[in-house]
């Protein structure tokens, strides 16, 4: 299976290597190395890796604990291919081909673009901030095919792209369309023995880009989303 493994370590020359080392050791076939961040001596990174169905995952998190310095933040399943460069724009053009679809191909989409589980465009009553504790009642305009149903939405309000974690371990990633209050919600399941990650700063900003764009490509489009069927009578 396809894993996606998230980890911490010092930003020095060699402790990579020792990470990659121990991931082929462990079983791991590594596919794609994605940096995340480079802070403050540390760097965050995602190795994408093929793993052998059978083998026991604890073996991997123990080999990559006995590196130090070396934090393992998530491991979990991810969906789809690993994301190479172009993808956005690709999925973007997709959006401006077939405006009518847009906001179902962009909700289907970004799941594998994040390496997430499942995706909703979330509605948000337009009046949310006169309500009591500014809070709105989010329903379901479309969501992806992995989604559970109904699905667990988190509290979207206020209005701004940001990552939350649940009580129950499940993240989540939030961006607002600026449009018609609605909202792309993107989650990734908490499952043992597996633990995910949460959605890191470079996802939410990519995940807000995508919908700015779609945003401005689709207009008046996104008002239509969420709103009931028009009834012809004959």
Same mark, same amino acid.
């Given at each position: ?38 802070? @403050? ?60 679809? @847009? ?32 809070? @709105? ?98």
């Amino acid at each position: 299976m396809l894993l996606r493994v998230r980890v911490t370590l010092p930003d020095r020359p060699g402790t990579l290597g020792q990470v990659a080392r121990t991931l082929g050791v462990s079983g791991a076939d590594i596919v794609q190395v994605v940096v995340l961040e480079r802070l @403050g001596g540390r760097a965050v990174d995602d190795f994408t890796v093929v793993w052998p169905g059978a083998a026991r995952v604890e073996r991997l998190l123990a080999g990559l604990a006995a590196i130090p310095g070396v934090r393992v933040d998530g491991v979990w399943r991810a969906i789809g291919a690993p994301t190479t460069t172009g993808q956005d724009a690709e999925l973007l053009a997709q959006v401006a081909a077939n405006p009518t679809d @847009g906001v179902a191909t962009l909700v289907d989409a970004v799941p594998g673009l994040l390496a997430a589980d499942w995706a909703v465009a979330a509605v948000v009553p337009l009046d949310w901030a006169a309500r009591s504790g500014g809070a @709105g009642a989010a329903t379901v305009g479309y969501a992806s095919w992995r989604a559970p149903v109904p699905p667990r939405l988190p509290e979207v309000t206020p209005l701004r792209a940001r990552a939350m974690t649940a009580p129950d371990g499940q993240h989540y990633a939030v961006a607002p369309f600026g449009r018609a209050g609605l909202v792309l919600v993107v989650a990734r399941e908490h499952t043992e023995p597996l633990a995910a990650a949460a959605f890191h700063a470079t996802e939410v900003d990519r995940l807000a880009q995508l919908v700015r764009a779609g945003a401005v490509i689709l207009g008046d489009r996104l008002d239509l989303v969420g709103a009931p069927p028009v009834t012809t009578i004959t």
